[in-house]
């Protein structure tokens, strides 16, 4: 497989001018104020959900609980009331609790600003915690969910089976000027053009550029 990382400039510059900040996502657009608390809960009712759910569901709950201690204290069915729409809200009202509880028992009420402490917190995953340290600490890493690894990998600027070895991959060949962006800027044209099964490549700005790896049909 041929590598596209000679034109990663190109493909970083175009997606930049076509997908404008007003157009972000809810955790992209909670950076501008961060709160790392916010942003840590945020991504984890995210997980598999729709954006406009994940911003509904995020200010509903922030309004009734914006801390680990007051997320501890919510009656689990009501909490799984709040989050219902998210999917797998009996899991995610589980996690939330638990995440908070060992926020306040082993970290003082603090969200780490420590990838190995918070990995060490079960269910904060490496997506999760790269979230996080980007977006809440403006740390230099790429948080990796499954549109950059699909993109990643479509476009040929890396060759990996999962996102958790596309991290480093991507690290490897990726100039640190785009590690803050990568993320939204993929998953908003993973989530809009280039999609999981039958991608829209006749409207993709950087088609010219996509090796389209693995595309087997596309509009």
Request: glycine share 2%; net charge positive.
């Amino acid at each position: 497989m041929d590598s596209n990382t000679k034109n990663i400039n190109k493909i970083m510059n175009i997606l930049k001018k076509h997908f404008n900040h007003t157009k972000r996502t809810t955790l992209n657009k909670m950076r501008e104020k961060p709160c790392p608390f916010k942003i840590l809960i945020a991504c984890l009712i995210s997980l598999r959900t729709k954006d406009e759910i994940t911003k509904k569901i995020s200010k509903n709950l922030f309004q009734i609980a914006d801390t680990p201690q007051k997320i501890v204290k919510i009656p689990t069915k009501r909490l799984e009331k709040i989050i219902f729409s998210s999917g797998h809200y009996k899991k995610k009202a589980r996690t939330l609790k638990y995440v908070s509880s060992e926020l306040i028992k082993r970290f003082n009420s603090n969200v780490p600003s420590k990838k190995e402490q918070l990995l060490s917190i079960k269910g904060i995953g490496p997506k999760t915690a790269n979230i996080v340290l980007n977006f809440a600490y403006n740390q230099l890493v790429i948080p990796v969910d499954v549109n950059v690894h699909r993109i990643a990998n479509r476009l040929s600027i890396v060759k990996t089976k999962t996102a958790e070895k596309t991290e480093p991959e991507l690290e490897k060949v990726l100039p640190k000027k785009y590690w803050k962006n990568v993320n939204s800027l993929f998953v908003l044209h993973g989530k809009n053009i280039c999609v999981p099964i039958s991608p829209k490549c006749s409207i993709c700005p950087v088609y010219k550029y996509c090796k389209r790896i693995n595309v087997i049909k596309s509009r």
